[in-house]
T-cell receptor, first 114, second 113 residues
């Protein structure tokens, strides 16, 4: 069964550094998402992406964050200048269509900011 | 707005016990409801879904019924196994308010032999 793959599985970065989290969505999916889960808290929506542009974003997704689909397969989340509170598990997801259909999630990248 | 409230954990059960994990929701439109499961070290996997009131989602012995009158989507399984040990997340999506999923806090289940 096709899967969403995320790399790296764990990223350790110094505060203030830029980090790029990578995702390869399922190949025939058109809609892509990033979520994060701070330890012990809810999974929170960050951003959705369709047709090479952001379709929705949450209040969390401020100017420090950006997303890109640099080629036909990758979908990246960049954090420009990381803060301690960015430490979390980041999940990428994709879906084939809209309309209350399931989103398929990757295994996540654990981001630790020192 | 949209939100999901999920039963606090952790839950510890003996093998073959009956499982209920409560989930209630608030939504402004007509949401679809989902249960996701996260096994240790893995990502979120769709367990089951229901897209309209009175629908019952089922998979791997788990069931949940979309109850609009009580705004609930409780997860049940008649006889749990050790392999069911995982974190379970209730979620909703409401196309009327966008494409994002709203998740509960997750309920950790440990099944002991």
């Amino acid at each position: 069964e096709p899967e969403v793959t995320q790399t790296p599985s764990h990223q350790v970065t110094q505060m203030g550094q830029e980090v790029i989290l990578r995702c390869v969505p399922i190949s025939n999916h058109l809609y892509f998402y990033w979520y994060r889960q701070i330890l012990g808290q809810k999974v929170e929506f960050l951003v959705s992406f369709y047709n090479n542009e952001i379709s929705e974003k949450s209040e969390i997704f401020d100017d420090q964050f950006s997303v890109e689909r640099p080629d036909g397969s990758n979908f990246t989340l960049k954090i420009r200048s990381t803060k301690l509170e960015d430490s979390a598990m980041y999940f990428c997801a994709s879906s084939e269509v809209l309309g209350n259909q399931p989103q398929h999630f990757g295994d996540g990248t654990r981001l630790s900011i020192l | 707005g949209n939100s999901v409230t999920q039963m606090e954990g952790p839950v510890t059960l003996s093998e073959e016990a009956f499982l209920t994990i409560n989930c209630t929701y608030t939504a402004t439109g007509y949401p679809s409801l989902f249960w996701y499961v996260q096994y240790p070290g893995e990502g979120l996997q769709l367990l089951l879904k229901a897209t309209k009131a009175d629908d019952k989602g089922s998979n791997k012995g788990f069931e949940a019924t979309y109850r609009k009158e009580t705004t609930s989507f409780h997860l049940e399984k008649g006889s749990v196994q050790v392999s069911d040990s995982a974190v379970y997340f209730c979620a909703l999506s409401d196309r009327g308010t966008g494409n994002q999923f709203y998740f509960g806090t997750g309920t950790s289940l440990t099944v002991i032999p």
